[in-house]
């Protein structure tokens, strides 16, 4: 569980640092007991940051990793951007099957989108049915080609629960980073790029069905 080398030393590095104290300044049985109290900030801390529901960064958690990538942006001038993802037609499907079926939904899209991106990217829960990605060191380009890709994953998948299958689909908005800006309104910006597109499909699917 312990590991000098590890995320629990480090964390315990921390601790001591905070404490303002050396390995040195403390016993075996102090250490022991620091590295126990380290592991159970950080498990506290880790709780702190997952949504409830689903298998992503609660939106707390998801503001404060934007603004470290807002950081990089300004100190390294490396490009990002901000994926907003929202469910289409979800309150139907409650109505229709339950909460139940929507919570198995929802936990489902959180494990596609934690699975579809690298570890260096972030994936958060906004709130409802809405979900965030943060791609890191992505110029705008590639954020609309991963965009389209994940619309597609998610739009040709069916989620079973309770023996039905349940087909949904996505919006998503895009938002590249390019220079410093309020996290708050990097999302808002994403959000409204979604409603876009989510309009945009509309007036398709209505121009076909006239058609």
Same mark, same amino acid.
Request: aromatic share 6%; net charge neutral.
């Given at each position: 569980?312990?590991?000098?080398?590890?995320?629990?030393?480090?964390?315990?590095?921390?601790?001591?640092?905070?404490?303002?104290?050396?390995?040195?300044?403390?016993?075996?049985?102090?250490?022991? =007991?620091? %590295? !126990?109290?380290?592991?159970?900030?950080? @498990?506290? %801390?880790?709780?702190?940051?997952?949504?409830?529901?689903?298998?992503?960064?609660?939106?707390?958690?998801?503001? !404060?990793?934007?603004?470290?990538?807002?950081?990089? &942006?300004?100190?390294?001038?490396?490009? @990002? =951007?901000?994926?907003?993802?929202?469910?289409?037609?979800?309150?139907?499907?409650?109505?229709?099957?339950?909460?139940? *079926?929507?919570? /198995? &939904?929802?936990?489902?899209?959180?494990?596609?989108? &934690?699975?579809?991106?690298?570890?260096?990217?972030?994936?958060? !829960?906004?709130?409802?049915?809405?979900?965030?990605?943060?791609?890191?060191?992505?110029? /705008?380009?590639?954020?609309?080609?991963?965009?389209?890709?994940?619309?597609?994953?998610?739009?040709?998948?069916?989620?079973?629960?309770?023996?039905? =299958?349940?087909?949904? !689909?996505?919006?998503?908005?895009?938002?590249?980073?390019?220079?410093? %800006?309020?996290? %708050?309104? *990097?999302?808002?910006?994403?959000?409204?790029?979604?409603?876009?597109?989510?309009?945009?499909?509309?007036?398709?699917?209505?121009?076909?069905? =006239?058609?």
């Amino acid at each position: 569980m312990f590991s000098g080398l590890g995320h629990a030393g480090a964390e315990t590095k921390r601790l001591l640092k905070r404490l303002g104290l050396s390995r040195g300044d403390v016993s075996s049985a102090g250490l022991r =007991a620091l %590295e !126990r109290l380290a592991a159970e900030l950080a @498990a506290a %801390e880790e709780l702190a940051d997952r949504d409830t529901l689903t298998p992503t960064f609660n939106r707390r958690a998801f503001l !404060r990793e934007l603004h470290r990538t807002m950081s990089e &942006v300004e100190r390294y001038k490396s490009p @990002a =951007a901000v994926l907003y993802i929202d469910l289409d037609g979800f309150k139907a499907l409650n109505d229709s099957h339950g909460h139940a *079926a929507g919570d /198995a &939904v929802l936990r489902q899209l959180g494990r596609m989108l &934690v699975e579809s991106v690298r570890e260096s990217d972030i994936v958060g !829960r906004l709130g409802g049915d809405e979900f965030g990605l943060i791609l890191n060191r992505v110029p /705008a380009e590639e954020a609309y080609m991963k965009a389209t890709s994940l619309s597609d994953k998610i739009n040709t998948t069916a989620i079973l629960h309770a023996s039905i =299958a349940h087909r949904i !689909r996505v919006s998503i908005g895009v938002h590249a980073i390019a220079m410093v %800006e309020d996290p %708050e309104t *990097a999302i808002a910006r994403a959000d409204e790029a979604m409603y876009a597109d989510k309009h945009a499909r509309r007036a398709q699917s209505a121009a076909f069905a =006239a058609f």
